[in-house]
C-alpha cells in the first residue's frame, strides 16, 4: 500500500503545482531556485504515488486525491496473481468416494474436476459432496460426473483479473472458492485457486500494512 | 471510512498547529483574527478525524497521522457487531441427518449446537458432517454430540471484539465461522455468526467506501 511519507521539498512541489498547475517541470525547479534535474526524482515519485500527474506539453497538475482515495485506489488494483494458492484437481473419472478423501487430505472445500489432457470440466463443492453423501448410492460406485458443477454453469478467474472482482464474484455467486485459469487452444488449463481465505487474509494484510 | 475533505480554514488550521503546537485553541483564533467559537466547530471536527489531538491545559497538536494511517487506524476499530449474521442452532438431541437436512435448507457452512437450555455446547462444520457421512453408520440414529466440536475446543468471540481479531482467528484455527455469543451466568448465549463470507463482503465494502 503506497503509505508515503513526502519530504519538505515534496510538500513544497505539491504546494506549488496545487496553486499554479498545470506547470512544467522547469517552472518548478525555477520557483524553487533548484535545477530541473534535481527534481526529476522528487516529480518521478510524486507522479508515481498519484499526487501529481504529467500530460506531455502540457506540465504536471494536482490529482486533488487524499491518501485515503489513493489507498482504495491500490486495493482496487489487487491482482488475483498475488493472492492466489494451489489448486487441488480431481480426474472426471474418479468417483465421489475418492473425492471426498482427496479433500480430506488436501483439506481443502473445493476440488476442480479435470478432463483426460488436464483441462477444466468441472467444480465440486463440499456442500456438493455432502449432498450426494446423504443419498442412498454406494458412493463408490458414483462418478464425480455424475454430481460436479461443470461448464458453462463454472465461474472462473484469470491472474490477472482483480481481486475485487473476485471477491464480489464469490458473494453474488454464493460460493466459496474460484478456479484460476489460463485460456489455451484446446481449454482452460486449471492454475490456482482463490478463496474467501484468501479474502480475509487480504484484509488481515490490509490492516497491518503488509500489502506493498 | 473517515474519508474528510478538509475545507481551507481548517487546513490553515492543520498548518497552524503543525508549526506552533501544542497551542491553545485560543492562540489559534488570534492567528486566523477569529473568535475562539467560531473555530470550535472546525477544531472538534479535527480532532475526531485524527488529525488533531487535544490535552487539556496544554492545547492542540498534531498527530501527524496520514490519511493512510487513520484509514487503517477506522479498519481496526470495526466490530463484530456491525457485521455479524444470524446464527442458525440445533438441539444437541437432534441427528446428524436432522443437523445436515438444516444446513441445506438455511444454506449455512457451520452450525451451533445448544442444549436444552439454548447455551452453547457445540459447533458443527459442514467438514464435521461430511466426514461422517462417509462412514457406514446410519446418519439417523447419529446424535450430533458424538461428532460436533465441543467446549473448551469452541473459539467464540463477543460483539464488542474487533473484527480483525476475528479474522485473524479464522486463519489461524483454519475454520469457516466463529458464533458470537453473550455470557450469561448460566452459560453462553448464541447471538451471531461471523464468517469468512463477511470478512469477504468487509472488503468490498472497504474497497467502495461504504463502510463508515
Known amino acids: 500500500m503506497s503509505k508515503i511519507e513526502l519530504n519538505k521539498r515534496q510538500e513544497k512541489i505539491v504546494e506549488i503545482v496545487k496553486a499554479n498547475g498545470p506547470i512544467t517541470g522547469e517552472q518548478i525547479a525555477d520557483q524553487l531556485h533548484l535545477t530541473r534535474a534535481t527534481l526529476r526524482p522528487d516529480l518521478a515519485i510524486l507522479t508515481m504515488a498519484g499526487f501529481l500527474e504529467a500530460r506531455p506539453r502540457v506540465g504536471y497538475y494536482y490529482t486533488g486525491k487524499t491518501d485515503t482515495q489513493r489507498l482504495t485506489d491500490e486495493l482496487k488494483k489487487l491482482q488475483v496473481k498475488d493472492f492466489q494458492s494451489i489448486p487441488i484437481v480431481v480426474s472426471v473419472n474418479v468417483s465421489v468416494y475418492d473425492a471426498i478423501c482427496t ?11 479435470v478432463d483426460n489432457q488436464s483441462y477444466l470440466v468441472g467444480v465440486l463443492s463440499r456442500k456438493d459432496l455432502l449432498r450426494t453423501s ?6 463408490e460406485s458414483i462418478p464425480v460426473n455424475i454430481i460436479m458443477t461443470r461448464m458453462p454453469n463454472i465461474t472462473v478467474c484469470r491472474q490477472d483479473d482483480l481481486i475485487l472482482d473476485v471477491a464480489n464474484a464469490l458473494i453474488e ?3 466459496d472458492a474460484l478456479p484460476v485459469v489460463k485460456d489455451t487452444e484446446m481449454g482452460l488449463e486449471v492454475i490456482g485457486r482463490i478463496t474467501k481465505t484468501n479474502m480475509t487474509k487480504i484484509l488481515v494484510d490490509f490492516a497491518s500494512d503488509d500489502i506493498s
Chains 1, 2 share one sequence.
Open 103 to 113: 479433500m480430506f487430505l488436501e483439506d481443502v472445500g473445493t476440488l476442480f474436476v
Open 134 to 139: 446423504i443419498g442412498k448410492q454406494e458412493l
Open 173 to 175: 455467486k454464493q460460493i
